[in-house]
């Protein structure tokens, strides 16, 4: 069964360093997604992509972060200059997006810490 | 921002019982809602879902109903089994776009 890949599954840094989270999606999936968790908090949206450019972003989505799809399969999400609220389990997601159906499949997961 | 909220962060279930798990939602723009369940240092896996358009959608033992007027979701589970006990999120949208996701319910079913 496909499934959404990510890694690595635990990324370590100090803050201020640039981190770049790799995702593959489904491969005819068209849109993709970043989401965190900080733990003991809700997931929240981050980013959403489709047609190779952003769809939308949220407030936590600030010039810190950016996402790219460099080639047909990977999706990416670096942050330029990590902080230690950056610390979260970062997840990417994707979906097929057809007529009525707009289920999100989810990815294992990234755990970045920052120290 | 609340717009999802799962108001029971636990339940505790008896094995073979039904497990019914409780989502309340105010932004009447939403019109897809979905169930996810969540382990420990795993990402959430996609259980079941619903359009607005229906009241109700079953997938082997899960049940998902909606109640539009009271903004209202649950999720049936039964009967309930040992391998159920994870964290369930209920989520919504507005079609293909972000999902808004609840606390989470973390349930736990009995032997």
């Known amino acids: 069964e496909p499934e959404v890949t990510q890694t690595p599954s635990h990324q370590v840094t100090q803050m201020g360093q640039e981190v770049i989270l790799r995702c593959v999606p489904i491969s005819n999936h068209l849109y993709f997604y970043w989401y965190r968790q900080i733990l003991g908090q809700k997931v929240e949206f981050l980013v959403s992509f489709y047609n190779n450019e952003i769809s939308e972003k949220s407030e936590i989505f600030d010039d810190q972060f950016s996402v790219e799809r460099p080639d047909g399969s990977n999706f990416t999400l670096k942050i330029r200059s990590t902080k230690l609220e950056d610390s979260a389990m970062y997840f990417c997601?994707?979906?097929?997006?057809?007529?009525?159906?707009?289920?999100?499949?989810f990815g294992p997961g990234t755990r970045l810490t920052v120290t | 921002d609340q717009q999802v909220k799962q108001n029971s962060p636990s339940l505790s279930v008896q094995e073979g019982r039904i497990s019914i798990l409780n989502c309340d939602y105010t932004?009447?723009?939403?019109?897809?809602f979905l169930w996810y369940k969540k382990y420990p240092a795993e990402g959430p896996t996609f259980l079941i879902s619903i359009s607005s358009i229906k009241d109700k959608n079953e997938d082997g033992r899960f049940t998902v109903f909606l109640n539009k007027s009271a903004k209202h979701l649950s999720l049936h589970i039964v009967p309930s089994q040992p391998g159920d006990s994870a964290v369930y999120f209920c989520a919504a949208s507005e079609g293909a776009q972000k999902l808004v996701f609840g606390q989470g319910t973390r349930l736990t079913i009995n032997p």
């Open positions: 932004n009447s723009m939403f019109d897809y």
């Open positions: 997601a994707s979906s097929e997006t057809s007529q009525h159906t707009y289920e999100q499949y």
